[in-house]
């Protein structure tokens, strides 16, 4: 198993920066790639950014929604089984709660995920 805990989340004017973490702890080796995600009220999750976590060849290739490309960055810190969101120039369209999660496969749906995190941007 795979625990995950993101913070940083909050209250933001439009314009402004946060920046996100997501700190696995447990079978944190068996895992490919992780990612954010997040959801709005009344809306499905959808997809913002991906990294992949291993040494292999792919290790630390990133992928972004691209409503987010040049806005948001996503990295990890292996030695600290952390990943990070920092999102720059934020709209209003960009509060939701964001999720982060896991995958142990190079493709198919995500096995662990956090609690989730409110990023709120104001007008």
């Known amino acids: 198993q795979v625990q995950l805990v993101e913070s940083g989340g909050g209250l933001v004017q439009a314009g402004g920066s946060l920046r996100l973490s997501c700190a696995a702890s447990?079978?944190?080796?068996?895992?490919?790639?992780m990612g954010w995600f997040r959801q709005a009220p009344g809306k499905e999750r959808q997809f913002v950014a991906r990294?992949?976590?291993?040494?292999?060849?792919?290790?630390?290739?990133?992928y972004y929604a691209d409503s987010v490309k040049g806005r948001f960055t996503i990295s990890r810190d292996n030695a600290k089984n952390t990943m990070y969101l920092q999102m720059n120039s934020l709209k209003p369209e960009d509060t939701a709660v964001y999720y982060c999660g896991a995958t142990r496969g190079s493709s198919g749906p995500y096995d662990y995920w956090g609690q989730g995190t409110q990023v709120t941007v104001s007008s």
């Open positions: 447990g079978r944190t080796f068996s895992i490919y790639a």
């Open positions: 990294i992949n976590w291993g040494i292999s060849w792919s290790g630390g290739n990133t």
